[in-house]
């Protein structure tokens, strides 16, 4: 039974000085200079005497954050018993706050949309050349729609098939659906490493590791290598194309809504891709600061390569012509292939759909606004399929070996990485820089001889 009764709490009056009552065993009421009374106990745990406050100041009625009488009491007891047991209620409250902060915040992570895991992800996890670009584009229209919102421990695999057959067979764009199933695994992959998301997937693991690409692909659809060279023929056809469509636009009556020809600066990255064998990409990125046109020599920085690699290239008086008359257009300029505006250079991409655009015989497509729709540039009425420019570089390539230059040096001459082992790499540094110019030369001369000669020699592989 208490020392003392609510009446006596409720006359206990503020003094010059704080001052206690003891009210039970272990339990006391400490009355403060404002006269705020607030509960202490002393228990003793293992051999130690503890002391400490309640949490609740004494209320008569215990409510809105105060503890009554009864209510105290009920608590010293608690308290007590506890402590012949040889437990401190205060740790057990801490491990019980710990506990309860962790169930909160696992039950927070559990709603974690996958947008989030998809940005820490572009931040922390992958980084790519262009900054994560085309990662971003392709999840932002394909992925992030269909389970972005969606908490991370509940995306399975059945989620990803769907939003991944929509893509490869319903849109029918198989390879930006292997490419997604590919980034989507590796997404996961990472995840997995890592809190709190490992604790979301622990259960049911990489969910598109369940998914297989045979699954998302038309059928009979096999990921391989374009193998698209254009012949001798088509590439005179290109240059007809290209005077066509001059003709055409500069005999409309009303130019302005005549449709323009190809750009004048994009038939000059065709024609320097395939009198280089470079990729397109490396082109539109290129300086003038890096061209050297009365040394005839290209220098692409290892910034700018797929390789990461340094790479000379020696122009033949084919490229040289294109590069001269390029510069005439845009010498007033850093970039050899500005942007609109001219502060950077022109998207690696623009002059692929460019060409695109003007094949739509081949494109599963609607006709997109502000874009090209039409097939004036499919050569040799379509036997051979859809031509990109990166199928230029594989047509050097290709007359280069027609041309009996060795595969050593087409593969510089393309800054490919070398196979071989690292010892090797590391000792033989010669680079070839006369058999790459000889090489550029000899190409350069055959191109001429296609593009004035319609009795060149069809364009054949080389055993």
């Known amino acids: 039974m208490a020392n003392i009764t609510v009446r006596g709490i409720e006359a206990l009056r503020p003094t010059g000085k704080e001052y206690k009552v003891t009210v039970d065993r272990g339990l006391y009421l400490r009355v403060a200079l404002d006269g705020c009374k607030t509960w202490h106990v002393r228990y003793v745990v293992n051999t130690k005497q503890i002391q400490a406050r309640l949490p609740r100041p004494y209320g008569a009625n215990g409510?809105?954050?105060?503890?009554?009488?009864?209510?105290?009491?009920?608590?010293?007891?608690r308290i007590q018993s506890l402590a012949r047991e040889g437990i401190d209620f205060q740790v057990q409250r801490a491990e019980g706050d710990r506990a309860r902060k962790e169930a909160a915040a696992a039950a927070e992570a559990a709603e974690i949309p996958f947008k989030e895991l998809f940005e820490t992800w572009m931040t922390d996890?992958?980084?790519?050349?262009?900054?994560?670009?085309?990662?971003?584009?392709?999840?932002?229209?394909d992925v992030l729609p269909a389970i972005g919102a969606k908490p991370v421990r509940q995306v399975t695999d059945s989620d990803i098939l769907h939003l991944l057959r929509a893509v490869g067979r319903k849109r029918g764009a198989a390879r930006t659906a292997q490419r997604l199933l590919s980034e989507l695994r590796q997404l996961f992959r990472w995840a997995i490493k890592r809190q709190p998301w490992r604790a979301l997937l622990n259960h049911h693991g990489n969910p598109a590791d369940l998914v297989e690409l045979k699954q998302v692909v038309p059928q009979g659809w096999e990921p391989g290598v374009r193998e698209r060279v254009l012949s001798a023929k088509e590439i005179r056809e290109l240059q007809e194309r290209f005077a066509e469509m001059d003709a055409t636009y500069e005999a409309a009556p009303d130019k302005r809504v005549a449709d323009r020809p190809l750009q004048l600066e994009s038939r000059l990255a065709l024609w320097i891709c395939l009198g280089t064998s470079c990729r397109i990409g490396e082109l539109v990125q290129s300086q003038w600061k890096n061209l050297d046109l009365k040394k005839a020599v290209w220098f692409v920085p290892k910034e700018t390569t797929k390789t990461n690699v340094d790479w000379t290239v020696y122009l033949s008086a084919f490229v040289l012509r294109q590069f001269k008359q390029l510069h005439r257009l845009t010498g007033d300029t850093e970039w050899c292939f500005p942007a609109q505006?001219?502060?950077?250079?022109?998207?690696?991409?623009?002059?692929?759909?460019?060409?695109?655009?003007?094949?739509?015989?081949?494109?599963?497509?609607?006709?997109?606004?502000?874009?090209?729709?039409?097939?004036?540039?499919?050569?040799?009425?379509?036997?051979?399929?859809?031509?990109?420019p990166h199928d230029l570089r594989r047509?050097?390539?290709?007359?280069?070996?027609?041309?009996?230059?060795?595969?050593?040096?087409?593969?510089?001459?393309?800054?490919?990485?070398l196979a071989g082992s690292a010892v090797r790499r590391h000792y033989l540094h010669y680079d070839y820089a006369d058999e790459k110019r000889e090489a550029w030369r000899l190409l350069g001369e055959r191109l001429d001889a296609i593009l004035t000669n319609n009795n060149v020699v069809p364009l054949q592989r080389a055993a």
Request: hydrophobic fraction near 30%; aromatic fraction near 4%; glycine fraction near 10%.
């Open 63 to 77: 409510d809105d954050g105060y503890m009554s009488l009864a209510q105290a009491l009920a608590e010293n007891a």
């Open 125 to 141: 996890g992958v980084s790519r050349k262009d900054g994560n670009a085309e990662i971003r584009r392709t999840f932002t229209r």
């Open 341 to 388: 505006q001219r502060d950077g250079p022109l998207d690696k991409k623009t002059i692929g759909k460019q060409v695109g655009d003007r094949q739509t015989r081949f494109k599963k497509r609607k006709v997109l606004k502000g874009r090209r729709h039409d097939d004036t540039l499919i050569l040799g009425g379509g036997e051979n399929g859809e031509w990109t």
């Open 395 to 417: 047509t050097a390539a290709t007359m280069m070996q027609s041309l009996r230059i060795s595969p050593d040096v087409i593969d510089r001459c393309q800054n490919h990485v």
